[in-house]
């Protein structure tokens, strides 16, 4: 096995190995960014709630507080798992393991790491 941070697929160029990286590193900070803006709106409807007596839950013109708090804390935690997964992505590239399936040690396809930076499996492993 090559050093740490060397070994990639086989089958990437230079340039592929430098765009998934960049990948990678963008979709951390993105992901940073939209939990960030995510947590300022959960802020919001809650003290919207806060200030509010009106008994939104027999509402039937629109949806719930409860369901907007519910719904933004849900995009808060696929923003929040998007970023662990590009920042495990990042660490296992700085390793030396990126691009290798975890299950099986095997190569990741080029396609596949193209498609989703951030996996660590191959197509045979990968989840349903």
Not at 54 to 81: K, N
Request: glycine share 6%; charged share 30%.
């Amino acid at each position: 096995m090559s050093t740490a941070g060397e070994s990639r697929p086989a089958d990437l160029t230079l340039d592929e190995r430098a765009a998934l990286r960049d990948l990678l590193l963008d979709a951390a900070e993105r992901a940073r960014r939209d939990a960030a803006a995510l947590n300022r709106d959960f802020d919001a409807i809650v003290d919207a709630a806060a200030g509010s007596n009106s008994d939104d839950e027999h509402d039937p013109e629109g949806s719930t507080i409860a369901f907007e708090r519910a719904q933004v804390s849900s995009l808060i935690e696929r923003a929040l798992a998007a970023e662990s997964a590009a920042v495990v992505a990042l660490a296992r590239w700085e390793s030396g393991t990126y691009g290798r399936c975890e299950s099986c040690d095997a190569p990741i396809g080029k396609q596949r790491l193209l498609a989703r930076p951030a996996t660590t499996r191959c197509i045979d492993h990968a989840g349903p």
